[in-house]
């Protein structure tokens, strides 16, 4: 077991595990979360790394969803992919990061991310419903970066 | 004898080949120049230059194409008509004068000894440069004629048609086409630029080193 591992319970991960499934039913957009130990000095960019290093750049209509966590650093970063970007409202990411950061700084981290998850999975479901045939890869939908990048 | 029939031959090969010596010219001069057709002999060499000079000018600018035509009397023609106003239309007609599509030519024939004189517009033009043409014709043209200055009158005439008509608006109309051609391009380049710029942004975005303004969006914070 990994250290970065060890800071979700079993518990935890099944509720965020059970929060992404229940996004991803009724949208086709990805949604993934990555648990990095430090993010540098520009958190921002650490997460677009891990975006393009878990391939979540490479969905054919952009619309993958990243929450982005590095503990050492307490750092949080979601980040929206082009298309959801553009018909999300403009303070829509804001709005998550603060639902997610205020549940954080309780400690509430599985708690934080569920609710995260469940706002960003409501846009895109409105604007990109779920589609048959996808296919949702859940062992993927939480990376930790002491684990080779996930993927 | 054999040299007239020689002649008789090339003359009638000449009518024959001339399109505009067709069935259509009925009496009518055959025009000697594209813009000074002085059949009269009233014009003196300066001002035929200077009227040249003119339409040409006119002609490149606005595409409008106008002729000057001066004759004795419009009976010395066996065309029928009765008086200088038909016989300019005729006129104007069989030689085709202007632009077909935009029916903009300029006619202005000046019968010397009929002491007449007559503007064709074509109907491509507006019913008010009727009285545009009246004035000038009565204000530039006929105090000239009055003294027997022919060559004047037509002068001051053609200058004040050309002023009419080379106004800053009928370059523009000319051009239309070409303006609206242009300004379509000019659009299109411009909103080409920004789907360039939004797809190359599109490609770059997850490389490490650019910050969050060239990704689609999100937003970090610490807790």
Redesign the interface.
């Known amino acids: 077991m990994s250290a970065l591992r060890e800071f979700f319970t079993e518990e935890d991960k099944t509720g965020i595990l059970a929060a992404i499934r229940e996004a991803e039913s009724r949208t086709s957009g990805e949604i993934r979360v990555r648990i990095e130990k430090s993010a540098g000095e520009n958190p921002m960019a650490a997460a677009c790394a891990a975006f393009e290093k878990l391939g979540m750049g490479n969905t054919e209509i952009h619309n993958g969803v990243l929450f982005f966590l590095a503990i050492d650093d307490r750092q949080f970063v979601i980040l929206g992919d082009d298309a959801i970007n553009e018909k999300v409202p403009k303070d829509f990411w804001e709005e998550v990061r603060d639902v997610v950061i205020d549940n954080f700084r309780k400690g509430l981290f599985a708690k934080g991310l569920a609710e995260g998850i469940k706002l960003a999975g409501e846009q895109l479901a409105m604007y990109f419903p779920h589609e048959r045939g996808d296919i949702n890869e859940l062992p993927d939908a939480i990376s930790f970066a002491d684990e080779g990048g996930g993927q | 004898m054999k040299r007239t029939m020689k002649m008789a031959v090339l003359l009638f090969i000449f009518l024959v080949a001339s399109p505009a010596f067709s069935a259509q010219m009925r009496g009518y001069p055959y025009p000697v120049d594209e813009y000074v057709n002085d059949y009269a002999g009233v014009m003196n060499p300066q001002d035929a230059k200077a009227i040249h000079q003119k339409f040409r000018d006119l002609e490149s600018r606005t595409g409008i194409e106008a002729v000057v035509v001066t004759i004795n009397d419009f009976n010395d023609y066996i065309t029928g008509d009765t008086s200088v106003e038909t016989f300019a239309k005729s006129l104007f007609n069989v030689w085709g004068v202007g632009n077909k599509k935009e029916n903009d030519g300029i006619l202005i024939v000046v019968a010397v000894k009929a002491r007449e004189c007559y503007i064709k517009m074509g109907d491509g033009y507006d019913n008010k440069y009727d009285s545009v043409m009246k004035e000038i014709i009565e204000q530039k043209m006929i105090p000239h004629f009055k003294a027997n200055n022919f060559s004047r009158g037509i002068y001051e005439g053609v200058s004040g048609v050309v002023g009419k008509l080379s106004t800053t608006w009928a370059v523009i109309w000319r051009y239309r086409w070409q303006i609206t051609v242009a300004v379509l391009l000019i659009l299109l380049l411009l909103s080409n630029r920004t789907t360039y710029t939004t797809s190359r942004?599109?490609h770059r975005?997850?490389?490490?080193?650019?910050?969050?303004s060239s990704?689609?969006?999100?937003?970090?914070?610490?807790?």
């Open positions: 942004w599109r975005h997850p490389t490490p080193s650019t910050a969050r990704f689609g969006g999100g937003a970090s914070g610490k807790w």
